[in-house]
């Protein structure tokens, strides 16, 4: 069994900045993707950013410059460094892991961006 915890969430003024951490832990050999997504309220879940086990990374066009997604292998950790954080960002972000082609989520932690 794999679990996957997000920290980090909280509120912030628009412009301020935050950090989300995603922790996985269980019967872990290696984890392939990583991702964060978000979901607002009376919206569907959207990929914000991803980062393959090599590094490689992708991101929603509507954060780019903002956001920067890292992993710690070593940790089975990955980050989600967000800056100029504005009101349209605020959701509950979610983390998801890739093991064995099987995706597992974590429960989320809610950013709210106030004006």
């Known amino acids: 069994q794999v679990q996957v915890v997000e920290s980090g969430g909280g509120l912030v003024q628009a412009g301020g900045s935050l950090r989300l951490s995603c922790a996985c832990s269980g019967r872990i050999f290696s984890i392939n993707t990583m991702g964060w997504y978000r979901q607002a309220p009376g919206k569907e879940r959207e990929l914000v950013a991803d980062i393959t086990a090599g590094g490689l990374t992708n991101y929603l066009d509507s954060v780019k410059g903002r956001v920067t997604i890292s992993r710690d292998n070593a940790k089975n950790t990955a980050y989600l460094q967000m800056i100029s954080l504005k009101p349209e960002d605020t959701a509950v972000y979610y983390c998801?892991?890739?093991?064995?082609?099987?995706?597992?989520w974590g429960q989320g932690t809610q950013v709210t961006v106030s004006p």
């Open positions: 998801k892991a890739v093991l064995n082609r099987n995706d597992y």
